[in-house]
Nanobody, 123 residues
């Protein structure tokens, strides 16, 4: 079965960096679009970034453009999110997503979600 396992979250200071990873299994990773989404306390889920199966794109929400970088290693079945210049408003539970026939930015269309990894940005 499809499994997505995020890691790499933690506590960072404003201006700091974190690198999230998502280990995928149970499907042919190289054939699927992948995205990151996040949910801050008391807010809805926000799509953050996405990348197509061949690595094309990638695409970012305006809130993270220029600070976050998504990448994938199809040989390792792993998705990454490098987060630089972190801000307190980046504090959220971050999810790895995949699906078939999805519209990249529409989180409700994704079929599979990981359990999430918590990112907290605070001094």
């Amino acid at each position: 079965q499809v499994e997505l396992v995020e890691s790499g979250g933690g506590l960072a200071q404003p201006g700091g960096s974190l690198r999230l990873s998502c280990a995928a299994s149970g499907f042919t990773f190289s054939n699927y679009v992948m995205s990151w989404a996040r949910q801050a306390p008391g807010k809805g889920v926000e799509w953050v970034s996405g990348i197509y199966s061949d690595g094309s794109g990638p695409y970012y929400a305006d809130s993270v453009k220029g600070r976050f970088t998504i990448s994938r290693d199809n040989a390792k079945n792993t998705l990454y999110l490098q987060m630089n210049n972190l801000k307190p408003e980046d504090t959220a539970l971050y999810y790895c997503l995949t699906g078939v026939g999805v519209s990249l930015r529409q989180v409700h269309e994704y079929d599979y979600w990981g359990q999430g990894t918590q990112v907290t940005v605070s001094s």
